[in-house]
């Protein structure tokens, strides 16, 4: 371990520190390796660094002599990232780490409201916490999952705005169903767009039988349509008619 060199070269200017090479340096050391650390200071020596070793980016990394490449590349070639070929791989990785916030967030507001970490208002808030973060996903880049969204949702196919007012209606049920208030709009808006959701997913993945990737975490995800988004829209379901319960039970 301690014969491992490397040599980086990497961008430390006055005006500017190049954050890749910094990472660039921390994986090659975490990786057991002493790294000759190769500063260009200048725009000049950065410009004739890339020249002389014919490369387009910095930093740079040689290993033994070989260039291995920028960031992207040493994660590659330590086994830590995909290839960027197979970086369009579909994964749930997205959808596990927000439902796994969502629901210890539910459990941190659950507790302070009823001094309990699991009973109904846990459930509740995780559903409606997690109908937040998803309008929110879809609401960071409104075109790309409007666009997403059109290849599969059967309303709108027919009329083209629903894909814009989709995300606004998630999100508007869910903050009022995490107050508890307005409920008399709050569950027809989530029963509504559950149910058309539900219907155009099973339709599409189902019936169709086509292989689309999912519009619910935002139109650029690689999770593909399925299990997913049908129960995002069978969890709305679920809380409209249980809020809708709770209401007559008053």
Not at 142 to 147: H, L, Y
Not at 235 to 241: D, H, K, N, Q
């Amino acid at each position: 371990m301690e014969n491992r060199q490397a040599e980086l070269h990497r961008m430390v200017m006055d005006e500017h520190l190049c954050p890749y090479g910094l990472k660039s340096k921390d994986l090659l050391e975490r990786q057991g390796f002493k790294v000759a650390d190769h500063h260009l200071a200048t725009r000049d020596e950065v410009d004739a660094f890339k020249e002389r070793k014919g490369v387009k980016t910095t930093p740079q990394t040689f290993i033994d002599g070989k260039r291995i490449g920028g960031y992207d590349d040493l994660l590659v070639h330590f086994g830590k990232a995909k290839p960027a070929d197979k970086q369009s791989e579909t994964s749930y990785q997205p959808v596990i780490a927000l439902f796994a916030m969502t629901f210890l967030m539910a459990l941190g507001a659950a507790f302070v409201a009823t001094g309990s970490w699991l009973s109904l208002k846990t459930i509740e808030w995780f559903v409606a916490f997690s109908m937040c973060v998803l309008a929110f996903l879809k609401l960071r880049d409104i075109e790309s999952f409007s666009t997403m969204f059109l290849n599969y949702d059967l309303l709108a196919k027919r009329w083209v705005r629903y894909g814009y007012i989709y995300p606004f209606g998630e999100a508007l049920a869910g903050v009022l169903m995490i107050a508890g208030v307005a409920l008399w709009l709050a569950i027809p808006v989530a029963l509504f767009i559950g149910t058309v959701g539900a219907i155009s997913v099973f339709y599409a993945v189902y019936v169709q039988k086509r292989e689309l990737k999912c519009a619910c975490v935002g139109g650029d995800s690689n999770v593909p349509l399925g299990f997913v988004s049908l129960t995002e829209n069978l969890f709305m379901i679920g809380m409209a008619l249980w809020m809708s319960f709770k209401l007559l039970s008053v």
